[in-house]
């Protein structure tokens, strides 16, 4: 059963926006906190985003803080991450990460579910 289904990647100039969307089914939208990771090659999957359901409040990592912006959208089941001001060193794939099992939000190991991905590459 798919849970989790992210679109918006692809390809982009430095210094340009994109926006990913991430629809999830309503079981897994109710998870407490959603979050985005991605994975850069040859690189471990590292946290990017998360927004706790409850009192709305995000936390960022430090090297996208100020650039990109979590939020959700409970009519739609659908959590977005608007990224702008992109980087090379942002290119990766973008995974979506539900069914948050409490503990820190920025532990993948926390999550229950994931969407396939989605590709961001940022030309210089």
């Known amino acids: 059963q798919v849970q989790l289904v992210e679109f918006g990647g692809g390809l982009v100039q430095t210094g340009g926006s994109l926006r990913l969307s991430c629809v999830a089914s309503?079981?897994?939208?109710?998870?407490?906190?959603m979050a985005w990771f991605r994975q850069a090659p040859g690189k471990e999957r590292e946290f990017v985003a998360a927004i706790v359901k409850s009192i709305g409040s995000t936390a960022y990592a430090d090297s996208v803080k100020g650039r990109f912006t979590i939020s959700r959208d409970n009519a739609k089941n659908t959590v977005f991450l608007q990224m702008n001001n992109l980087k090379p060193e942002d290119t990766a794939v973008y995974y979506c990460a539900g069914d948050f099992l409490g503990g820190l939000v920025k532990n993948e190991n926390q999550y229950n579910a994931w969407g396939q991905g989605t590709q961001v590459t940022v030309s210089s």
């Open positions: 309503e079981r897994t939208f109710s998870s407490s906190a």
